[in-house]
């Protein structure tokens, strides 16, 4: 299975019906996809992915290989509790931890803000575009977010000599609302369950963006919407670069299904079928509408 690509530049045109329609099957059979006429720049992307390279040779890859896990590495290891990864997470909103002693530099965090400014943006977009197909209020995502948390989980899958052992990531969905990720243009490893097999995420091609929904997603859709099943394979062949931010509601976020997406419950059966009969014939959504406003 192809991973599906949604052109963002289709919603500005002529053929915006076709490309809501498109999205909306999209969102509801996969849950995971590429963007591309995004709005980020593509110069910004190169830049996040040069100094993430440059800080984990700096920093993190030796401290890796010198670990209980990279050093112990074998047929004892369980795979079932332990992540080939090495990584660290930058808070951006509601307040940013970009300051904090990860050794970034004043270089690596400027590009950092410039691109999840414009990212934050991205997400907000593909928010107003969730809640308008799901025949919400256009800007019902981005309220029940608000003030959205927004942060940058920057990790590097080594090189494993033996990766049959143990996963890069093991299987997962993803907490919060809208997944945005810049991954590595050569090596794979990112794999999605859906239809009872895994799917493999290609690196990156051109400047694309990556995009799952989290479990808030699904519970905002009432299901119609799903967080998928992923994890990462650990690679004997390089190391791999992994960007994920993270547009999730804030903290105190109150997070449930929006009305409009609830069947009406409660009613008594004779009830239903005293509405039925006068409207039989008529739209089953409208009816299951009036049911639930009648029982206000």
Request: charged share 25%.
């Amino acid at each position: 299975m192809e991973v599906p690509v949604i052109d963002l530049a289709e919603f500005e045109s002529e053929e915006r019906s076709k490309a809501m329609s498109r999205f909306h099957q999209v969102c509801g059979n996969w849950g995971f996809f590429w963007v591309e006429n995004h709005g980020v720049d593509a110069g910004l992307m190169e830049e996040v992915k040069r100094h993430v390279y440059s800080h984990y040779d700096k920093c993190l890859k030796e401290r890796f290989y010198d670990s209980e896990l990279a050093k112990g590495l074998g047929p004892q290891t369980d795979a079932a509790e332990v992540d080939w990864e090495t990584t660290y997470f930058v808070q951006h909103q509601p307040e940013s931890s970009m300051e904090d002693d990860l050794g970034l530099g004043v270089e690596f965090r400027e590009v950092m803000d410039a691109y999840v400014g414009q990212l934050t943006k991205l997400a907000e977009k593909l928010a107003e575009l969730v809640s308008e197909n799901l025949g919400l209020d256009k800007d019902h995502l981005n309220k029940t977010f608000a003030p959205p948390f927004v942060g940058t989980k920057v990790a590097m899958y080594p090189r494993c000599r033996q990766p049959g052992l143990v996963r890069g990531l093991r299987g997962h969905s993803d907490a919060g609302g809208i997944i945005l990720l810049l991954q590595d243009d050569t090596v794979p490893g990112l794999e999605f369950f859906k239809d009872g097999e895994w799917v493999p995420v290609t690196p990156n091609k051109g400047s694309r963006i990556f995009v799952n929904f989290g479990d808030q997603v699904e519970v905002v859709s009432n299901g119609l919407y799903r967080s998928m099943w992923h994890r990462v394979l650990a690679d004997e062949h390089g190391s791999r670069l992994s960007v994920a931010t993270f547009y999730n509601p804030g903290g105190d976020a109150i997070v449930g299904p929006a009305p409009k997406l609830l069947y009406p419950g409660g009613y008594r059966f004779q009830d239903y079928l005293h509405y039925y009969f006068g409207t039989k014939f008529s739209d089953k959504g409208a009816r299951f509408e009036a049911i639930k406003e009648m029982l206000k």
